[in-house]
């Protein structure tokens, strides 16, 4: 597929959301190669997907290194460059089906460059994380780290700059307490 856009972060997230009606749904299952187990059938499952599209897109900002690297995925030298081939062309007219193909083609090249990933398992809630899956056996072992170990800020603060919008809502710290409490406390 031919790569394209430049767009603002705001076109792309609106588009996610208006893809969720029926026929959007069913588009995105089929398309995007979504995992039976994980299927989009509700608004809020399409939340899912945009975390997603994120990881992949700031897993690879992490190991965004000028040669092939395997630690987190297999990857080609400077895979941002790469995904952001999909994404390049200017104009902001594109459809929201064309628009989801440029995140999913972007996206994968972090999640199946070889082509070999039969569907795309999206629900960490059934197959954990799978940006970070090659870290070791536990679906949840950085997730565990970063709670439990790393402070660090693990989201979108949103913004000109930024592809996604603010999740942060200021105050990070408090985001992450309340993701490792949710993930974790039983």
């Known amino acids: 597929m031919k790569p394209r856009s430049n767009l603002p972060p705001t076109v792309c997230y609106y588009s996610q959301a208006n893809l969720f009606p029926d026929d959007g749904r069913n588009f995105l299952n089929t398309h995007l190669k979504i995992d039976p187990r994980s299927l989009i059938k509700t608004r809020n499952d399409g939340r899912n997907l945009n975390d997603y599209f994120r990881k992949a897109i700031e897993y690879m900002a992490i ?13 080609p030298g400077y895979p941002v460059q790469a995904a952001c081939g999909y ?6 007219s594109f459809t929201d089906k064309e628009l989801a193909t440029m995140m999913y083609n972007a996206a994968n090249i972090y999640y199946n460059t070889s082509g070999n ?59 992450l307490i309340a993701t490792c409490v949710s993930q974790f406390q039983k």
């Open 63 to 75: 190991v965004n290194y000028p040669y092939p690297t395997g630690f987190l995925k297999k990857l």
């Open 87 to 92: 994404m390049n062309d200017t104009g902001t």
């Open 117 to 175: 990933l039969q569907y795309n398992c999206i629900n960490p809630t059934v197959c954990g994380d799978p940006g970070t899956a090659n870290l070791g056996g536990a679906a949840l072992g950085w997730p565990w780290q970063e709670c439990s170990e790393i402070v660090i800020d693990m989201c979108a603060r949103g913004g000109k700059s930024d592809f996604f919008w603010d999740e942060c809502n200021g105050n990070s710290t408090a985001l």
